[in-house]
């Protein structure tokens, strides 16, 4: 390939199809191809390179090392397993509505891997996603709060499409976590729905039960006054 052609497109930020063009060009010269349909082939591989990219720094972002999809979890564990929901949720189409749901369940049913499966749908969807443990969140504030960066943290747990928080409830947190969490709660429900007068009651959006086995994850959706697009384990 011409260099001068592959640096003037590097400079356009052109990398994509920097990198199809070799392939482009030896498909034309096999079979050829209208000039219209090599730019559409070139425009689409260079839209394709830009999705690539960006979905692996969303899942950085996400602090998702490890990419894990509804397509690799074992349905047969549990036939109980409400597959049709959770394939529903992967889809993100419930982070749209700001709503919120609770993966519950003993340790080793698969909750970790639904819960980024969803995240990881959600990014897909072009949503923002954050996945963190409760205890490495409330380390989190603490070293926040002794930088002085409590502020951005919070604005960062806001803002985020969907925030996936696991090992919720897995033992007691300090008061000052605790507090930090309730914050976090309060001001994303708060981003989607303005304060009223009466009293916002968190707790509440958390009673239904959906799936009584207790050998499963339990599913609970949460109702309009939970806090948007968390998630626990």
């Known amino acids: 390939m011409n260099p001068q052609l592959s640096t003037r497109l590097r400079h356009l930020r052109l990398s994509g199809m920097v990198e199809a063009l070799p392939g482009r060009v030896a498909q034309a010269e096999a079979a050829p191809l209208p000039h219209l349909e090599f730019l559409e082939l070139l425009v689409e591989d260079e839209l ?115 925030l996936v928080l696991e090992d919720f409830g897995m033992k007691k947190l300090g008061a000052n976590a605790a507090e930090d969490l309730l914050e976090i709660f309060v001001r994303r429900h708060e981003a989607v729905n303005p304060p009223r007068r009466h009293r916002l009651r968190v707790g509440t959006a958390w009673r239904s039960r959906v799936w009584p086995d207790t050998r499963s994850p339990e599913l609970r959706p949460a109702q309009s006054e939970a806090a948007p697009g968390c998630r626990r384990r």
């Open 48 to 162: 394709a390179r830009r999705a690539d990219r960006l979905f692996a720094r969303r899942l950085k972002q996400a602090g998702i090392t490890v990419e894990k999809t509804l397509a690799d979890f074992d349905w047969t564990f549990n036939p109980k397993i409400p597959k049709t929901k959770i394939v529903e949720l992967a889809s993100a189409r419930f982070v749209a509505t700001h709503g919120g749901v609770l993966l519950i369940g003993p340790p080793g049913v698969g909750k970790s891997h639904v819960a980024t499966a969803i995240a990881i749908g959600a990014i897909r969807a072009g949503r923002r996603a954050l996945v963190r443990s409760t205890f490495d969140l409330a380390a989190d504030f603490a070293q926040a709060e002794a930088t002085g960066s409590r502020r951005e943290l919070v604005q960062q747990l806001t803002r985020v499409d969907l």
